[in-house]
């Protein structure tokens, strides 16, 4: 009598048909941010609006500034602060007042170090006590820096074709009983970024230059001396200097691209549904072609299993023929010189067991 059959633990419930969406004239990012939590997304539901967006296309950077309330939990005096330093970072540095990588961790502009009237302290520490005063006319006047900046460099999903470990992510959109996947074409993971930090560091460098500069004016200029120089003839080795040439190449890209601004478009907004309706799904569903896939179930195996090695183990024994002597010293010669072939040694007892059956063999056939 069979068995019954146990009920299954995990029944299907639905199923669902798939299609691909065609590939978009726009680029698909997916902006992951680390350290804000799923349940209070940049929105302007939960009072958190993204104002600002800005791309750099060709090296790959993207930001994004959110503004922060200056009605609660606000340092007013850090506010001024920070937003003097910026302001002065878009007339010496760039016109986004951007550090680092986005800027290609480039130097000042050339000529810009002494434009503009650069404050010493006591000027500046009066201008804040001013403006602290009259704090809504300064927010006005954008004296104040009350933008929170969240930016970080494109991981394109194309580069995954070339070798590179890079995910690929798809986009689900369910309708009835349809399943609409669009491919990611980057991910995107926004971190906080510190250029007020970085600006405000700049400017008092700059300060205390402009300081030591002016006591110098009245020394005598220091004395010439002759340089001596050599030429060294460039390296034929392309390959030692690879990687470093290819960073240094990618800092200057991103140093010489100017930021491309962008539309914002809150989620809740009527253009967003209807972006969503028109990109996110495949409408003429009959005329789709259907998949074929290109391997077979082997195939799909070893692509999501780990690396193997040949000759890492040692093979598997076959069992011995039990029809004939011969048959079987033909099987286990032949399996010992596939095991010495890979590299491996056997056993003691199975090189005994070897030798006694081999014995055994010759004194049956003496016997006959």
Same mark, same amino acid.
């Given at each position: ?34 350290? =804000? ?11 958190? =609006? ?32 920070? *937003? ?15 550090y680092g990588p986005a800027a290609g961790l480039g130097l000042p502009r050339?000529? $810009? ?30 004296? +104040? ?17 070339? *070798? ?58 220091? +004395?010439?001396? &002759? ?7 460039? $390296? ?15 800092l200057q890209d991103a140093e010489e691209e100017s930021w491309v601004p962008?539309?914002? +478009?809150?989620?809740?907004?009527? $253009? ?40 890492? &183990? ?8 039990? =029809? ?15 095991? +010495? ?23 049956v056939i003496a016997t006959a």
């Amino acid at each position: 009598m069979a068995p019954a059959k146990a009920p299954e633990d995990d029944p299907i419930t639905a199923s669902y048909d798939v299609y691909l969406t065609p590939s978009q004239q726009e680029q698909l990012y997916l902006l992951q941010y680390l350290n =804000r939590s799923r349940d209070r997304p940049y929105s302007q539901h939960y009072g958190a =609006r993204p104002t600002d967006l800005r791309i750099k296309p060709k090296s790959g950077y993207l930001e994004l500034e959110v503004s922060l309330s200056t009605e609660f939990n606000f340092n007013k005096y850090q506010g001024l602060k920070w *937003g003097d330093a910026l302001q002065t970072a878009r007339t010496i540095q760039n016109e986004g007042a951007t550090y680092g990588p986005a800027a290609g961790l480039g130097l000042p502009r050339r000529g $810009t170090a002494g434009r503009g009237p650069l404050k010493d302290k006591a000027d500046r520490e009066l201008q804040i006590s001013n403006d602290l005063t009259d704090f809504k006319r300064a927010e006005e006047e954008g004296k +104040v820096m009350h933008k929170q900046t969240l930016g970080g460099q494109i991981m394109r999903h194309e580069d995954a074709a070339a *070798g590179q470990a890079l995910p690929v992510y798809y986009l689900g959109a369910f309708q009835g009983d349809q399943l609409h996947l669009s491919k990611v074409d980057g991910t995107i993971q926004m971190r906080p970024q510190f250029h007020h930090i970085d600006a405000e560091e700049h400017r008092n460098r700059l300060a205390n230059k402009k300081a030591l500069d002016a006591e110098s004016e009245g020394r005598p200029p220091p +004395v010439a001396r &002759g340089l001596q120089q050599s030429y060294k003839p460039e $390296t034929e080795d392309k390959d030692k200097d690879a990687p470093e040439r290819k960073m240094r190449k990618a800092l200057q890209d991103a140093e010489e691209e100017s930021w491309v601004p962008l539309e914002y +478009v809150d989620e809740a907004e009527d $253009t967003a549904y209807d972006a969503f309706n028109e990109k996110m799904f495949l409408h003429d569903v009959e005329a789709a072609p259907k998949l074929k896939s290109t391997i077979d179930e082997e195939q799909l195996l070893d692509a999501v299993s780990g690396p193997s090695y040949e000759g890492s &183990g040692r093979k598997k024994r076959r069992p011995r023929k039990r =029809r004939g002597g011969q048959a079987g010293d033909e099987g286990l010669e032949e399996e010992e010189e596939a095991v +010495v072939a890979a590299g491996e040694a056997l056993p003691a007892e199975e090189v005994i067991g070897a030798a006694d059956v081999e014995d055994a063999m010759d004194g049956v056939i003496a016997t006959a």
